[in-house]
């Protein structure tokens, strides 16, 4: 598989190793995820009040669970503010 192939692999992966293959995140699996796998992107989700508005804007669909385009969206805004802070210094 190529680089890209294989980065997706993994985001899939990622997603259901903290949905425990439920195909959703809870709030609780959201910050351990992100706390794990994105602390050098975004910080470490300390407080609550964080992490509830964090869940309120990725929460689309109200269910009160992250769906894996809701996470998706995540992954694509944070990459796109990552490639935005970097620009052509990779």
Same mark, same amino acid.
């Given at each position: 598989?190529?680089? *890209?192939?294989n &980065?997706?692999? /993994? %985001?899939?992966?990622? $997603?259901?190793?903290? &949905?425990?293959?439920?195909? /959703? @995140?809870?709030?609780?699996?959201?910050?351990?995820?992100?706390?794990?796998? #994105?602390?050098c $992107? %975004?910080?470490?989700?300390?407080?609550?009040? /964080? @992490?509830?508005?964090? !869940? #309120?804007? @990725?929460?689309?669909?109200?269910? #009160?669970? %992250?769906? !894996?385009?809701? !996470?998706?969206?995540?992954?694509?805004?944070? +990459? &796109?503010a990552?490639?935005? *802070? +970097?620009?052509?210094? *990779?």
């Amino acid at each position: 598989m190529s680089d *890209l192939e294989n &980065s997706m692999m /993994t %985001i899939i992966q990622v $997603f259901h190793k903290y &949905s425990k293959h439920q195909c /959703t @995140l809870r709030k609780a699996d959201l910050k351990e995820l992100i706390n794990n796998e #994105l602390s050098c $992107f %975004i910080m470490n989700i300390q407080d609550n009040e /964080t @992490l509830d508005q964090l !869940f #309120l804007d @990725l929460d689309q669909n109200g269910d #009160l669970k %992250i769906d !894996f385009q809701e !996470f998706i969206a995540m992954v694509a805004m944070v +990459t &796109s503010a990552c490639h935005d *802070l +970097t620009g052509n210094d *990779l």
